[in-house]
């Protein structure tokens, strides 16, 4: 399109006042100057929709929508319906990027004549404000979308964040994030690297991803607690149709989700665990079924082995407290 920049960044906004100047700053500061910016107000209840308009009228490459609260993936598929770019780039509203972070991913992109680009990322504490290496690959390669997805299932140094990614529009001309769910990147993006075929793995950690105590990440045990184990089901089923190479990777993955909800239900209060009872019995049942299974997959570390075991046993909670007990002894 005649006009139309290279690059649309999509950044979906609720709630985040604290953070949303220094995520917008990172981003109108970096090196690859040929971008839009969606920001997608998501009916937040703040002042993010003013700082949103007060940044546009600084600068002419924003764009504002104003939309009725729907989550962040109602968000993110606004932008991407309004995206304009051959590119998209997609940044949480309290994270922040590097100053050449899409310089770094669209030169990676043409090196390798490719349509996905993984990069890597820092994971930052709040507070404190703590730096750490987080995933990020070991090498720029080329590979293709059936072994990115195997990766993305078993956190082989890439997961499926949309957010330290750089994707060709066209990627996204059917698929979009499911809307009322979290952990919504999941199903998502391992669709998008086999419809890319391939994809390029940048060894840069060009993404600083804010850990804090509010984000969806870290929120009290509600249903949607239990959405990471039920998207994990439904890759695995469709895995079983539709793409059969991936079957022994989604199914470590749903293996995954039932441990990821039995460690939640373990740090629950007693209220939240009765709530949730039919919950716990029956990911423990489907923990057992696939124990054989994990026992001898190549993914699973020794103390990944140890913890299904004791979930599957019952003893996890009464290992723990004496483990915590041993310590606070020695």
């Known amino acids: 399109m005649e006009g139309s920049p290279l690059l649309s960044i999509i950044v979906p906004v609720y709630k985040v006042e604290a953070f949303l100047p220094g995520c917008l700053d990172s981003i109108l500061g970096q090196t690859f100057r040929d971008f839009e910016l969606i920001l997608v107000d998501d009916g937040s209840p703040d002042r993010c929709g003013e700082i949103c308009e007060e940044y546009a009228g600084k600068d002419s490459r924003i764009r504002v929508i104003h939309k009725k609260n729907g989550g962040l993936s109602s968000a993110r598929n606004a932008g991407i319906e309004a995206a304009r770019g051959a ?18 991913l669209l030169a990676c992109a043409r090196r390798n004549q490719v349509k996905l680009v993984c990069a890597g990322r820092y994971d930052v504490s709040f507070p404190g404000w703590e730096r750490t290496p987080g995933l990020c690959p070991e090498r720029e390669e080329v590979i293709s979308g059936v072994e990115l997805a195997k990766r993305i299932f078993t956190w082989n140094h890439v997961d499926s964040a949309a957010w330290d990614k750089l994707y060709a529009r066209e990627l996204f001309a059917e698929i979009r994030y499911p809307v009322g769910r979290v952990n919504e990147d999941l199903p998502v993006t391992y ?10 793995l940048c060894p840069e950690r060009v993404y600083h991803y804010l850990h804090r105590q509010g984000s969806i990440t870290y929120s009290a045990i509600s249903d949607r607690s239990f959405h990471y184990s039920e998207n994990a089901e439904e890759i695995l089923q469709t895995c079983r149709t539709d ?20 460690k939640i239900l373990d740090m629950a209060s007693k209220d939240d665990r009765k709530r949730y009872a039919d919950r716990e019995r029956d990911s423990r049942r489907k923990l057992r079924e696939l124990l054989p299974f994990l026992l001898r997959c190549p993914y699973e570390s020794g103390r990944q082995k140890l913890d299904a075991l004791l979930h599957v046993t019952n003893l996890y909670t009464p290992m723990r407290r004496l483990w915590r007990l041993c310590r606070k002894r020695a």
Do not use: H
């Not at 590119?87 to 770094?104: H, K, M, Q, R």
């Not at 669709?191 to 390029?200: C, E, Q």
């Open 87 to 104: 590119w998209l780039g997609f940044v949480d509203s309290d994270d922040t990027i590097a100053p050449n972070c899409y310089e770094t």
């Open 191 to 200: 669709r998008i690297a086999m419809l890319a075929g391939k994809a390029a």
């Open 243 to 262: 793409y059969p190479e991936l079957v022994p990777e989604a199914r470590y993955l749903y293996a995954q989700s039932q441990a990821y909800n039995l």
